[in-house]
């Protein structure tokens, strides 16, 4: 059963509670909640069939859950109008359409369906030559689209999203087909958009790397709930990942596993003895990649935790 949601704070941009989504007999999600400020950078990352997409498409408004209480921009996706919609804009994995047009009047076109829902305060759209140059398509303005690479195709797609300068952001593996230049160029107009454009941005991606370096806040979703949310660094510190020390003494190298996730005791010591003769000192922290495997397999095996890995247990005392 859907409730209609309180009206979340003014920077609250998202606030999901207890969503379940069933079909037929299977439950898909159950029970994911969280939240989104306005200018932050949020993640969702999980498995295959973790219903990362069906969350998504339920806060977009293109699927209607089964029950919990869902507030986007503080409406109901389930119920939202046109003005709502012009305030959100959707990164699809693709658009397959339009190759006929030309690039610069294909988003002035488009942009043209977001004009009557500008305001003072947030006009709309954006001024395609500055959208173009924001997405690095200016050299390709005239260029008709189906004669675009992969990678610039993927720029459109980008352009074609954020037209309406939306306040709220939704990315679907948003570098796919990226060099890493381009995705380096893409990962600053991410921090653009929340910086200075103050929008929410909400992404799905496989590859760990580019989450820990764009986002604000991880969220982890696997067996249909979320399991873990936090940044990256507090995620490996909940996890109790180990850091690995790695230095140069007496001309031979050293690698030292701090199992308490925290090697700062180790170095101090270390410094303490001879660290005059201690070089090329190194402290490597766990990646995300390195916590977000970790957490996945141990969730979905089942297999003993450790007494300090608190998300594990958190997420198995919730299925209890």
Not at 105 to 117: D, T
Not at 153 to 179: K, Q, S
Not at 235 to 257: C, K
């Amino acid at each position: 059963m859907m409730h209609s949601p309180t009206r979340p704070p003014a920077d609250e941009v998202l606030d999901v509670r207890d969503l379940w989504m069933r079909y037929g007999t299977k439950d898909v999600l159950t029970g994911v909640s969280f939240t989104a400020r306005r200018g932050e950078v949020v993640a969702l990352l999980g498995p295959n069939g973790a219903g990362k997409t069906t969350t998504i498409e339920i806060l977009e408004g293109f699927r209607t859950r089964s029950a919990g209480d869902v507030s986007v921009l503080g409406s109901d996706p389930a119920t939202g109008g046109e003005a709502w919609r012009a305030r959100i804009g959707v990164v699809l994995q693709s658009w397959r359409d339009h190759v006929r047009w030309r690039v610069r009047e294909l988003l002035a076109y488009l942009g043209r369906f977001y004009a009557a829902y500008s305001t003072p305060d947030h006009p709309r759209p954006w001024d395609v030559d500055e959208l173009l140059a924001v997405v690095g398509l200016t050299d390709h303005a005239h260029q008709k689209i189906k004669s675009l690479s992969g990678g610039q195709r993927r720029r459109l797609d980008v352009a074609i999203g954020i037209v309406g300068r939306p306040e709220l952001v939704f990315l679907d593996e948003p570098t796919a087909g990226f060099d890493p230049h381009a995705r380096r160029e893409f990962h600053e107009l991410i921090h653009r958009l929340a910086d200075f454009e103050e929008s929410t941005i909400l992404l799905t991606t496989h590859d760990l790397a580019e989450a820990e370096r764009v986002a604000d806040r991880i969220l982890v979703l696997a067996d249909g709930m979320i399991i873990a949310d936090g940044s990256a660094d507090e995620l490996a510190r909940q996890m109790a990942t180990p850091a690995e020390v790695h230095w140069t003494q007496g001309g031979q190298r050293h690698v030292h596993v701090a199992t308490t996730g925290d090697a700062t005791g180790f170095v101090r010591e270390l410094l303490a003895g001879d660290g005059e003769s201690v070089s090329q000192l190194q402290v490597k922290g766990a990646t995300l990649e390195d916590t977000y495997m970790t957490l996945v397999e141990r969730i979905e095996s089942r297999r003993p935790i450790d007494e300090g890995d608190q998300l594990t247990r958190r997420a198995q005392e919730v299925r209890s």
